[in-house]
């Protein structure tokens, strides 16, 4: 495959030589030094070998001890919401609905006038009223102005009237509600008319300010979930030029949207887009009650929303598989991801299992997996496109997902430790800003799963948010630190390296130190993760910590 926003070949490389820390590799795991000549990784070894190199490079970076890592990939990002939320109204914190009221209040007595007000975040769950505010509530806080305030699964919001006004036609589409959160086609309308008065400038800052959050955090690459009921064209497209032109994570596109033939399929590619996948929805999220389950909600007399069936899901990976597109899916309920796995098997039959395989299709969250479709899954060559902080928000006996299941059938959800065994290949990510880009916390959600025998080692966690989402996109070649690989890599402050797996009833890596199994941070829950020291990606550095 072709590298994708790879920097500018006018970029002059600087040859490298990293010395005098831990260098996370394969290639030997006592690495302490690492050479990057020309964008890629050239050598990886110890420090007697390294005084070999140091003559001939441009400049020595002494680690004093850090340690340095293939840079993460976040697999499933919304990149311009995730900008808004860092620079407008974040509702995350909000412990009660009042809480979340007296901060609607700040913002819009601060955000400059005639602006329609943006917010995210919001968890009735979590507050004690385990309500969601009223169009009263918000009509008063936001003193009048149009606010757009989805949940934090961002399948629901609730809005103002001033808002509402602004949407012609809104109270006879499907998923309007007086006075409740707007779900479907009424809340697809009102988040196109709140993002489509966001201005090109206040896009781009929005932007620039996530990817440089990223780049902070240790992240080298995103994966933008986009689409047309979840942005637009323009905000993709003009996310992907200015990733190109500004030193930065890559990013890589994904356009949510149906193909039909060749002709959608080259307007997908003409967009910038490696496939036609991400949040192309097969239902909805549980949060919202919107999940498409076999049985109904244990607190719901019903089983949720489907949006595309079995012959839609074929016909979508039919016609991206002939055009030699990635196809995939948002699928979370057990009845959405029988209708994928169903849909994929058919687009099997008509295409052979090989063509199947070799095209790598993906899904999205995938959560609430049964035996026969995580072996559905391994047989199809699906990627699981998933997020572990969602287990570490909502899972156990008395989170989101056991109130909306029950807590029998919210134990079943997210079972990494058996997609693993069955070899199904994993990619993580945050879904941000559903869940905040935090990747060291992602990997310690995913080794430390609310329902035991969930969990994974670190180092399969850590390798599922490196590697993992590389391999998503078609590169095998990268992900890793070894010789000729993109040198995409972070430093890190971390303490003492270890190798931590969970216990022997599942699949595991090695822990006997001669093994040589290379080390990973203690990411022990209480334990201070990583701070990210420098980020570099393709050879360029992208964020240096100030005072580091």
Known sequence: ?????????????RTVLLRGGDVHSPADP????????????????SEGAADAFAPGVDEVIDLEGALVTPAFTDAHVHTTSTGLALTGLDLSGARSLAGALDLVRAHAAAAPAGRILL????????????????????????????????RIDVHSAVVTTALLDLVPGIT???GYHPDAPLTASAHHAVRAAAHGAVTPAQRAEAQ??????????????????????ISDEEDFTGLLKLAAEQPGPRVFGYWAEQVAGAKDAERVRELGAVGAAGDLFVDGSLGSHTACLHAPYADAPHTGTAHLDTAAVA??????????????????????????????????????LARIRAARHRVEHAEMLTPATIAAFAELGLTASVQPAFDAAWGGEDGMYAQRL?????RTLNPYAALLRAGVPLAFGSDSPVTPLDPWGTVRAAAFHRTPEHRVSVRAAFTAHTRGGWRAVGRDDAGTLVPGAPADYAVWRADELVVQAPDDRVARWSTDPR????GLPDLTPGAELPVCLRTVVFGQTVFVRPNG
């Not at 620039?208 to 009921?229: K, Q, Y």
């Not at 093994?515 to 290379?518: D, E, I, M, N, V």
Request: proline share 7%.
């Open 1 to 13: 495959m072709t590298e994708h926003n790879a920097p500018a070949p006018e970029v002059e490389h």
């Open 30 to 45: 006592f690495a302490t030094a690492m050479v990057v000549e020309r964008g890629h990784v050239a050598w990886v070894g």
């Open 119 to 150: 917010g995210h975040g919001w968890d009735a769950t979590r507050w004690p009223e385990q309500r969601p505010p009223s169009r009263a509530e918000l009509d008063e806080a936001a003193g009048g102005r149009p606010l757009y305030l989805p």
């Open 172 to 174: 006879g589409l499907a």
């Open 208 to 229: 620039r300010a996530a990817l440089a959050h990223a780049a902070s955090l240790g992240i080298g690459a995103v994966h933008e979930c986009a689409g047309p009921d």
């Open 315 to 352: 016909a979508h990976v039919t016609a991206c598989t002939e055009a030699g597109l990635q196809a995939g899916f948002h699928a979370i309920g057990d009845a959405a991801l029988t209708s994928v796995v169903d849909g994929v098997r058919a687009a099997a039959r008509k295409l052979g």
């Open 406 to 410: 029950g807590a029998e059938r919210a």
């Open 515 to 518: 093994s040589g199994t290379p």
